[in-house]
């Protein structure tokens, strides 16, 4: 299941890096070549909410999955699968986690 938290994770940077790698293409594009306009104005105040968001949103998001982390622990290896054997169905409930239940952290 680590491999599987590492590859969602390279996804996301890929989808973070190809977003603001594009907005500053077009940044730069428009302060070399564009006109100045009010909608070249626009273009680049929005592209510059773009990357303010998706830095925010990046970076909240990492933090909130290293708190789930350091409060839930992560989620066990699934058992190797035999030849044949139906897959096993992912663990739910208080055996998924390896950190303290809710409960616990309640009193």
Known sequence: MAKLVETSWRYRRAAVYIALLWSFA???????????TALTRAIVDTLGWVIMFVLGVYVGGASWD??????????PDPPAATPGAPAAAPPFGPEATTGP??????G
């Not at 239940?101 to 309640?106: A, F, K, L, N, T």
Request: proline content about 4%.
């Open 26 to 36: 077009v940044i730069t594009h428009l302060a070399v070549n564009g006109a100045d």
């Open 66 to 75: 290293d708190l789930n982390k350091m409060r839930y622990g992560r989620l």
């Open 101 to 106: 239940s809710p409960q616990d952290e309640r």
